[in-house]
């Protein structure tokens, strides 16, 4: 079983920025993929961003790509989302997830760390 908990949420102004961070316990998640979601009020979990293993290869949704970041340190067991240029409507639950065979299917989840960005 992996845990994951997400920290660094908050309330921003537009055009801030701020660093996600997703810690992992329980094994190491250095083979398995990572990624982000986020859930605004009223609507459904959506795709933020994915980074493989070996964070070689990243993935962004059309909404954030240029402004978001994804990296990861497996020495620390951690993943990380940058976000610049924060909008408004970037305002949700971000939730981290793993991805234990690397097929865009999600298999942890943490809890949630929620963000704020007022205009």
């Known amino acids: 079983q992996v845990q994951l908990v997400e920290s660094g949420g908050g309330l921003v102004q537009a055009g801030g920025s701020l660093r996600l961070s997703c810690t992992a316990s329980?094994?190491?998640?250095?083979?398995?993929?990572m990624g982000w979601f986020r859930q605004a009020p009223g609507k459904e979990r959506d795709f933020v961003a994915h980074i493989s293993w070996s964070g070689g290869r990243t993935y962004y949704a059309d909404s954030v790509q240029g402004r978001f970041t994804i990296s990861r340190d497996n020495a620390k067991n951690t993943v990380s989302l940058q976000m610049n240029s924060l909008k408004p409507e970037d305002t949700a639950v971000y939730y981290c997830?793993?991805?234990?065979?690397?097929?865009?299917?999600?298999?942890?989840w943490g809890q949630g760390t929620q963000v704020t960005v007022s205009s």
């Open positions: 997830a793993a991805d234990k065979n690397s097929v865009f299917k999600y298999d942890y």
């Open positions: 329980g094994r190491t998640i250095g083979s398995y993929a």
